[in-house]
């Protein structure tokens, strides 16, 4: 089992930066994709930004150019950098990692953008 503890999110003006962080625990080894997924009120859930265990980093079309994505060294933090914040930025969003063939969530942190 892996628990991931998100950190990070508020309330900012747009135009402003936030930064996401996401710790893995427990049973950590082999966590192959990390990422983060957001869901703003009466929406799905929607894929913002992953990153796999070699780098590779995906994004949405909605944040390219203004949010990054990356890991620590020991590959069980993901961080989302966020700039250039929006007010459809805002959502609550959730870290996600995949290991083997489970899939894992936190339980969210959410992000307000005022305009």
């Known amino acids: 089992q892996v628990q991931l503890v998100e950190s990070g999110g508020g309330l900012v003006q747009a135009g402003g930066s936030l930064r996401l962080s996401c710790a893995a625990s427990?049973?950590?080894?082999?966590?192959?994709?990390m990422g983060w997924y957001r869901q703003a009120q009466g929406k799905q859930r929607e894929l913002v930004a992953t990153v796999t265990s070699t780098g590779r980093t995906t994004y949405a079309d909605s944040v390219k150019g203004r949010f990054t994505v990356s890991r620590d060294s020991a590959k069980t933090t993901v961080f989302l950098e966020m700039n250039g914040l929006k007010p459809e930025d805002t959502a609550v969003y959730y870290c996600?990692?995949?290991?083997?063939?489970?899939?894992?969530w936190g339980q969210g942190t959410q992000v307000t953008v005022s305009s």
């Open positions: 996600n990692a995949k290991q083997f063939r489970s899939y894992y």
């Open positions: 427990g049973s950590t080894f082999n966590i192959d994709t």
